[in-house]
């Protein structure tokens, strides 16, 4: 499955802890949310992980999210599901951040396979059901979820089934029926397919591997946060702009900034967290600004940028939380300037955004005017996968 040795192979974790309530619960055991409807993060003995993982040690460790295995919750080598996932490029947009007066970066996703930052995710989790036991796994998702448990379960041996709007683009759909999934196509949206998982969950005994409804798909993300900071020669940056549907990515990269500190890898100060969404799905954003701390449903979600069509999350008080923690700020997007953003990308930096990454540029603009970025600021943008799977999204949007 991997060439790791296992003789080296080490993780500092040691339980979940309640992300709400801070019920500690045993690493050992399957869960998904604390009973008390939060999500579970991995907690680390992070004195041990100084020691077996110091900074220095990295430069020479295999070039993929693995490199920071003391981080992440796989307790032995032989169970590690991999394709290869994680250190994404970090590239600059010289022309567009010359327009701004900033220093514009984005980390690029979509080279993770199955063309998107889910694999990182689903990498962790699937390990971690291998690890554990776990024979059948399943998910609602709008599209890049979807593919990505469905290759990770083909290359783990484990059964998936996934959940998808009736209305996703056919490339996702097919993408996960080619590795062997089972799909089943559902009139609704995501949180629809949410409750069909439930189901089959309660009738079949499939563990669900819902978007922070379970623990590790949580850990696989927040190397994001570890591979940028590294990437920055452990400076971060001044903002982040992040797409946002779930919000599972930039829960994560707030852990990973945390845990860094601990380990003496960078210092306190931390980025401006900009959450984006959708003006046609945007809950997250109009619960910021409400002063709330939970988001109320979205009604009527609408938007062709897919990952963003998320009504409700179940990790929305983290995102507020770490949004306000930060800083930060939450802006939504229309469509229009999804696609005039995404044709500037392509166009003037030679990058085919996904409408999701397509959306950070669209805020960025919007956040210069309103003078949310400062002259000279740096600012890293996250494209969260490819194009391709967006094609019929993308041809309607351009017009063409």
């Known amino acids: 499955m991997n060439d790791f040795d296992r003789a080296t192979w080490r993780s500092t974790a040691v339980d979940l802890v309640c992300t709400r309530c801070d019920k ?32 220095a040690a990295l430069p020479g460790r295999s070039r993929d999210l693995w490199r920071y295995r003391e981080l992440l919750p796989v307790q032995d080598a032989a169970h590690c599901v991999t394709l290869g996932e994680g250190m994404t490029p970090l590239l600059a947009l010289p022309r567009l951040g010359g327009r701004l007066g900033v220093r514009l970066l984005v980390k690029d996703e979509s080279l993770n396979p199955t063309n998107s930052f889910k694999a990182r995710g689903m990498a962790v989790a699937v390990s971690r059901a291998k690890e554990l036991g776990l024979r059948h796994l ?51 949206l995501i949180h629809d397919c949410a409750k069909q998982v439930q189901a089959g969950r309660e009738a079949h005994g499939w563990f669900d591997l819902s978007t922070l409804k379970e623990p590790y798909r949580l850990e696989g993300k927040k190397t994001l946060g570890f591979e940028l900071a590294e990437q920055m020669q452990w400076t971060l940056p001044d903002v982040i702009v992040y797409p946002t549907g779930g ?25 401006r967290m900009v959450t ?34 998320v009504p409700a999350a179940v990790g929305d008080f983290l995102m507020l939380r770490a949004l306000r923690a930060s800083g930060g700020t939450a802006v939504s997007v229309s469509d229009a300037a ?37 002259e000279g600021e740096t600012v890293v943008l996250f494209n969260t996968g490819g194009w391709y799977k967006y094609a019929e999204g993308w041809r309607a949007a351009l017009g063409m």
């Open 338 to 374: 999804m696609a005039e953003a995404g044709r500037e990308v392509a166009g003037q930096e030679g990058m085919f955004f996904s409408p999701e990454g397509a959306a950070t540029w669209a805020a960025a603009q919007v956040l210069r005017r309103t003078a949310a970025l400062a």
């Open 138 to 188: 399943a998910i609602p998702s709008a599209g890049n979820a979807g593919c990505a448990l469905a290759a990770y379960a083909a290359r783990a041996g484990l059964r998936a089934t996934v959940f998808m709007p009736a209305d996703t683009s056919r490339e996702f759909v097919e993408e996960c029926r080619i590795h062997g999934a089972e799909v089943h196509l559902v009139d609704g």
């Open 247 to 271: 919000g599972t990515g930039l829960v994560g990269m707030w852990k990973a900034f945390d845990e860094m500190e601990s380990l003496g890898w960078i210092g306190s100060r931390r980025p």
């Open 276 to 309: 984006v969404q959708a003006d046609g799905c945007a809950p997250i954003v109009r619960a910021f600004h409400a002063g709330a701390e939970r988001a109320t449903p979205w009604e009527h979600a609408s938007t062709f940028a897919l990952g963003l069509r």
């Open 24 to 55: 500690v619960h045993a690493l050992g055991q399957v869960h998904n949310l604390c009973e008390c409807g939060a999500p579970l993060g991995t907690r680390y003995d992070l004195d041990a992980a100084r020691i077996a993982l110091p900074r």
